[in-house]
C-alpha cells in the first residue's frame, strides 16, 4: 500500500484544516486507516484510526471532540478534519494504513501499522 497525504499548512489558533490521504495498490477496505502525528522533540504518537469496512474509529484524548475522521472505501481516501486547532497540535501529521486487529488497545501502538505516508506539516500559530 502506497500512501499520499496532503492539506497541511498554516493555521491560527482556533482553525481547522482538512488532511486527506489517499492509498494506492492492496484493497483499501481491508486495512485499518488512520494518523500519527510527531511534534518537534517529542515522539510519534496516535491521533485517530477509522476500522476497516466499519464506522467504528478511536481517537486520542488529546484531540476527541475537535478532530473527526472518516473513509470513503470507494476513493480509497481517508481524511482528517481538524477543528479548534491548538498550538500544541504543530506536528508532521503521518497517514498510517495497518491489517484489522480484535485487540483494540493495540489500535494505538505503532508497531500495529504496516505503511506509512511521507507526512504532512501541521502548524498551528499562536
Known amino acids: 500500500v502506497q500512501l499520499q497525504a496532503c492539506g497541511g499548512g498554516l493555521v491560527q489558533t482556533g482553525g481547522s484544516l482538512r488532511l486527506s490521504c489517499t492509498a494506492s495498490?492492496?484493497?483499501?477496505?481491508?486495512?485499518?486507516m488512520g494518523w500519527f502525528r510527531q511534534a518537534p522533540g517529542k515522539e510519534r504518537e496516535f491521533v485517530a484510526v477509522?476500522?476497516?469496512?466499519?464506522?467504528?474509529?478511536h481517537y486520542a484524548d488529546s484531540v476527541r471532540g475537535r478532530f473527526s475522521i472518516s473513509r470513503d472505501n470507494a476513493k480509497n481516501t481517508i481524511h482528517l478534519e481538524m477543528n479548534s486547532l491548538k498550538p500544541e497540535d504543530t506536528a508532521v501529521y503521518y497517514c498510517?494504513?495497518?491489517?484489522?486487529?480484535?485487540?483494540?488497545?493495540?489500535?494505538?501502538?505503532?508497531?500495529?501499522?504496516?505503511?506509512w505516508g511521507q507526512g504532512t506539516l501541521v502548524t498551528v500559530s499562536s
Open positions: 498510517v494504513a495497518g491489517s484489522p486487529t480484535t485487540i483494540l488497545s493495540s489500535l494505538r501502538d505503532i508497531g500495529r501499522y504496516d505503511f
Open positions: 495498490g492492496r484493497v483499501f477496505s481491508s486495512y485499518n
Open positions: 477509522n476500522r476497516r469496512n466499519t464506522r467504528n474509529t
